[in-house]
């Protein structure tokens, strides 16, 4: 319940620190220019970087700081590529993670809508956290 | 230039007692939040009746920017002003809807003209 596995396909990634809101316009960026590089369409794309943008200010909100790692990734040889993008934390990771899901759980405490948003913005998405030992995102969109 | 490598930018405009505010590039936390404490200052500076915020060179919005938007639209209103989105992106539309932030309390208008007219300009 608390963990899906977080199997990152990448083998190698771009790894960004988050440490301030500018770092969040970064991560944004660099997610962009994969998704178009790979031909992810206008929609896809935009919830993608909406999606990064909105993990990436959980990490600097929640945890104080951590980072992104970004690749594309194609596991079936060629045929089929993808923006994978994975946030890592060292913060107090989330105690209740049912309810992080939940909409609006967290609206009026600063997290934006909570996971369950970003997670309807893109076509993979596990995570994995326990309390004290911080929480790590993984997020794919397939062009 | 692409859009996230502009700097973040907003321009405010006056037009008769019109405020028009376009967003431009890829917007930061910091000029969001600067964003709707010069505008309430200019609502009430001018005697401002209606705002209209320009969003057509803005190509994503976060929780974070439509949280600052509806706050804007409530500040203005309690200062006696009304408040117009006007020229969202149709993709940013679609994740805003996707991630639960419909933001039912702002008036919206497909383009500047159309929110001119919304604020009887």
């Known amino acids: 319940m608390v963990s899906d596995s977080v199997r990152p396909l990448a083998r ?3 790894v960004m620190p988050i440490v301030s809101d500018h770092d969040v316009v970064l991560v944004r960026r660099a997610a962009r220019e994969l998704a178009e590089e790979i031909g992810i369409g206008l929609v896809a794309r935009t919830k993608l970087v909406t999606a990064c943008s909105e993990l990436a200010r959980n990490v600097l909100e929640h945890a104080g700081g951590g980072r992104a790692s970004l690749a594309v990734v194609s596991p079936d040889g060629a045929r089929r590529h993808g923006v994978e993008v994975v946030f890592a ?3 107090p990771g989330i105690g209740d993670v049912e309810r992080a899901f939940e909409r609006g759980y967290s609206t009026k405490r600063g997290l934006g809508l909570g996971l369950g948003g970003s997670r309807r913005l893109v076509d993979d998405f596990a995570l994995s956290t326990e309390p004290g030992e911080g929480t790590t995102i993984l997020i794919r969109t397939w062009a | 230039m692409r859009d996230d490598e502009a700097s973040s930018r907003t321009a405010i405009l006056a037009i008769g007692n ?7 590039g890829s917007i930061d936390d910091r000029a969001a939040l600067a964003l709707k404490d010069d505008l309430s200052r200019r609502v009430v500076a001018t005697a401002a009746s209606g705002v209209l915020i320009e969003l057509s060179a803005i190509d994503i919005v976060d929780s974070f920017i439509g949280r600052v938007i509806a706050d804007i639209a409530a500040v203005s209103k309690l200062l006696g002003a009304r408040v117009v989105v006007a020229g969202m992106r149709p993709a940013v539309a679609i994740t805003l809807v996707e991630l639960g932030l419909e933001l039912p309390e702002v008036e ?5 003209e159309q929110g001119l007219a919304l604020l009887g300009r």
């Open chain 1, 89 to 91: 934390d060292d913060g």
């Open chain 2, 18 to 24: 019109t405020l028009i505010a376009t967003l431009q």
């Open chain 1, 12 to 14: 190698e990634a771009q």
């Open chain 2, 108 to 112: 919206t208008a497909v383009n500047t």
